[in-house]
């Protein structure tokens, strides 16, 4: 994997599709139309678990002395900037308790926006996040980038308010709302556990697994 702020040949910081054998089994089973609100809701949650060990992978380390029961030795401890899980409501909530049971000691920001039906646009509706973003890295959380407006609108939003270190994870891609993130963004590296064929005309990932709101909290 390249690093989380290298830029390749192109420009862009790097797509790592996260082809863990874990990843992939919980993924069909949420891909599955007969799988039960609870247990889509689990599958989310433990596949966050799994995506936030894999968009860790290359935080800094720093030596710390420590003393074992035994002898004193050099350990080492997570340097650098704190994170911010920002999920993007309501779907990107479906990650956050995995990502925290790894990450417990990471803020939270919240970034409410819907996807107007006829327009398929972003409209921003919330927006609380901790006021010193500028110094942390933010794990930007959402499990569908279709067409990628709500995604690019988040980044926009959180860069306005001083994020400087972004990374975008989320379950399914669509090849269209990785193009238009990776326009708008190229500086935001992407974490995904698929990248599928197309979008429909209502803006839907093919294959895909539906609404992934409306599966997690069992609306419709
Ligand atoms: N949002 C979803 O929940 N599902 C899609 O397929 C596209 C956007």
Partial sequence: MQGAGARGETGLAPVTVVDHPLVQHKLTLMRDKARSTKGFRQLLNEIGTLLAYEVTRDLPLEPVEIETPLVTMQGAQIAGKKLVLAPILRAGVGFLDGMLSLLPSAR??????YRDPDSLEAVEYYFKAPSDLADRTVLVLDPM???????????DRLKERGARDLRFVCLLAAPEGLARFQGAHPDVPVWTAAIDSHLNEHGYILPGLGDAGDRM???R
């Fill in 217 to 219: 909290y069992g609306t």
């Fill in 108 to 113: 939270v920001a919240h970034v409410g926006l």
């Fill in 145 to 155: 980038l279709a067409t990628a407006n709500s995604a690019v609108a988040a980044v």
